[in-house]
């Protein structure tokens, strides 16, 4: 028995060290699995995947800040608004405005949800700053005219 749990042991530390050293590709398979779900139409696996990517990477403090990171919270954002949980999408959003103050998409993708929210104001200040960031981008201001017409 002794020998069982000594084995157990050193086999529970090897999984660990495997863990931390897989951590950012696991995170990155859970993101692209859901990648594959919100392509299937399955928002609601879609939205489950990316939010264990969120968790994955927010274990690692070298994923927390990355492009990976951001990307998995814009999906897992934008799923939780088809899924009619748009409070939830905006807090997302917000989170990441922090993070990352340079994402046209973030911006832009907010003020979708805010229009589609009924808060115009809310959604031309995001269309406004995501314009001020690449005026050339075509999405924020396709998206400020329909907003203005």
Do not use: W
């Amino acid at each position: 028995m002794h020998y069982f749990s000594q084995t157990l042991k050193k086999d529970k530390k090897k999984l660990g060290e495997v863990q931390e050293l897989y951590r950012a590709q696991f995170a990155k398979a859970l993101y692209n699995i859901g990648m594959i779900y919100d392509r299937l139409g399955d928002i609601q696996k879609a939205s489950t995947f990316y939010k264990k990517a969120i968790d994955k990477c927010q274990e690692d403090q070298q994923q927390q800040k990355s492009q990976h990171m951001m990307k998995a919270m814009t999906n897992y954002a934008v799923t939780l608004e088809k899924l009619g949980m748009r409070q939830q999408a905006i807090q997302v959003f917000e989170q990441l405005q922090k993070s990352y103050k340079n994402e046209i998409r973030i911006f832009n993708n907010l003020g979708i949800i805010h229009k589609r929210n009924g808060n115009t104001d809310a959604a031309e200040i995001n269309y406004r700053k995501a314009i001020e960031l690449d005026g050339g981008s075509f999405f924020p201001n396709y998206n400020m005219g329909v907003l203005k017409a």
